[in-house]
């Protein structure tokens, strides 16, 4: 039995969740407050993020790097063309460099601010950082979002998925990132066409409908967020 270690708006553990559906894999879920640092957690991994994955008694592999190899090591030959892993070394290298993009770059700049500011502060206490969103984060975010809405539009129109030619890791740890972004309404996508329609594609597969069911409490998703034909 898998357990994964995730906060519901934690970008890089929707990634996990995303994957670990595509592969078949039973999972288990525990939401984490990283802020809390709880004790027994921080046993599991000492630096107190998320995500973290472990297989039944198994060591807690830590991070969305660590995770993503693990589960395509141990679950990747058994999917076959479904593999989210490409065979050709350059092709994996493109599909790691984008995952690499999305859940460092894309999200130091954007989705991580939006959802600390939005998100993560509603629930802290005040004592861990909790409180009213930092309004010149916000403003950086939204300008910053323009840059990899164009690249990401790029990629959509040059390719037929975000890494080459077959549905890879890329494409869900993109839409994992702006999946955040967007029940908060923070996603241009009128100036995007090609994103928008790479983003209803991935949108609509069985692996992200319980991401498109979660709330938070007292914050309803933007119109867009669950509609598949938006």
């Not at 921080?42 to 592999?61: K, S």
């Not at 350059?90 to 700049?109: C, G, P």
């Not at 989705?111 to 984060?137: L, N």
């Not at 995007?192 to 998703?221: C, H, Q, T």
């Amino acid at each position: 039995m898998l357990t994964l270690f995730h906060h519901p708006f934690s970008p890089s553990a929707r990634f996990v969740r995303l994957i670990l559906a595509e592969y078949g894999a039973k999972t288990e879920l525990q939401v984490e407050r990283p802020w809390e640092r709880r004790r027994d957690f921080l046993l599991l991994n000492p630096a107190g993020t998320v995500p973290v994955l472990r297989e039944n008694d198994g060591p807690a592999i830590c991070g969305v790097f660590a995770i993503m190899e693990y589960i395509d090591e141990t679950r990747g030959y058994a999917v076959g063309n479904r593999r989210l892993m490409p065979d050709h070394p350059d092709a994996r290298a493109e599909t790691r460099r984008l995952v690499d993009w999305a859940v460092a770059k894309l999200d130091q700049e954007v989705v991580g601010p939006f959802v600390r500011e939005r998100v993560y502060k509603q629930e802290m206490p005040s004592s861990a950082g909790g409180g009213a969103p930092d309004s010149a984060v916000l403003r950086a975010a939204r300008t910053n979002i323009h840059h990899h809405m164009r690249y990401f539009g790029y990629l959509a129109a040059t390719r037929n998925w975000l890494s080459g030619d077959r549905l890879s890791f890329a494409d869900f740890a993109v839409a994992a990132e702006l999946s955040c972004a967007d029940y908060l309404g923070e996603v241009p996508w009128a100036e995007e066409d090609n994103v928008k329609a790479w983003y209803a594609r991935i949108k609509s597969r069985p692996s992200f409908r319980p991401l498109l069911a979660e709330k938070i409490l007292g914050m309803p998703p933007s119109p867009t967020y669950e509609d598949l034909d938006f």
